[in-house]
């Protein structure tokens, strides 16, 4: 896909997003709907991300206090780190895609 569509793409997305009654126009009225819809998905986002912190220091917590195996096997803090490092991988890799994409212009 060409930044092009990526852009056409990112428009009518935006677009459903904010026709908050399904009329298929955006108008003045959808503009409280999606603020509110706006709202809750970062609500959700922000409540989802702590969660996830929270997990991620829980296990850390584990593996530093040697309390934490895998298969019987020990999991020490540096597997943890590395396991989380690897994870965040296919993330910053979509994310720097989409950049290099957006800058092709």
């Given at each position: 896909?060409?930044?092009?569509?990526i852009?056409?793409?990112?428009l009518?997305?935006?677009?459903?997003?904010?026709?908050?009654?399904g009329?298929?126009?955006v108008?003045?009225?959808?503009?409280p709907?999606?603020?509110?819809?706006a709202?809750?998905?970062?609500?959700?986002?922000?409540?989802?991300?702590?969660?996830?912190?929270?997990?991620?220091?829980?296990?850390?917590?584990?593996?530093q206090?040697?309390s934490?195996t895998?298969?019987?096997?020990p999991?020490?803090?540096?597997?943890?780190?590395?396991?989380w490092?690897?994870?965040?991988v296919?993330?910053s890799?979509?994310?720097?895609?989409?950049?290099?994409?957006?800058a092709?212009g």
């Amino acid at each position: 896909m060409n930044a092009k569509g990526i852009v056409t793409h990112l428009l009518g997305l935006a677009a459903r997003f904010v026709d908050t009654d399904g009329d298929g126009r955006v108008e003045i009225s959808d503009i409280p709907g999606a603020l509110a819809k706006a709202a809750s998905l970062r609500a959700s986002g922000l409540a989802l991300i702590r969660s996830g912190e929270a997990t991620l220091e829980a296990i850390r917590a584990a593996a530093q206090a040697d309390s934490l195996t895998s298969g019987g096997v020990p999991v020490t803090a540096a597997d943890v780190e590395a396991a989380w490092v690897r994870a965040k991988v296919p993330f910053s890799t979509a994310a720097d895609e989409a950049r290099a994409e957006l800058a092709k212009g």
